[in-house]
């Protein structure tokens, strides 16, 4: 296994450990807030959060597409990413009940919309059991 392997395997190691601990109080506090989100999936398969976030610590204040979802609590207004925690706030159905599907309106260059609950929870399942068969077999 490279370096490179090593240092992702245990990247995923902590990311799996924080979402199984879940997000504290600070953590959503400290997080950037998405609005307007729409869960879309990438053409790779992976599912994604696109939306207006503020307090972002490295872009700030913009429409973005966040990394990998990997764990979400819509009732808990929470999104876990690769790359961080998200605060939800209102998702564009509920901000804009009557707005076109986002793919209607832009270019999402083969990303599609995902509006099935039980859909995202298997994929988030099914990258998480992948990343925990990889986790055991490099024994990170």
Known sequence: ???????????????????????????????????????????????????????????????????????????????RTYGRWYALGMSRAASEPDAAPISATIDLHGFRPLRDNAGLARLMATFIARAQEEIQEHGA
């Open 1 to 79: 296994m490279t370096l490179e392997h090593a240092a992702v395997i245990d990247r995923m190691a902590s990311i799996l450990a924080l979402l199984a601990r879940g997000p504290t109080a600070d953590d959503i506090a400290s997080a950037p807030r998405i609005d307007r989100w729409e869960v879309m999936v990438s053409p790779g398969g992976a599912p994604v959060l696109w939306g207006y976030v503020t307090g972002h610590p490295r872009l700030g204040d913009c429409k973005l597409r966040t990394s990998r979802v990997i764990g979400m609590d819509r009732s808990a207004a929470w999104a």
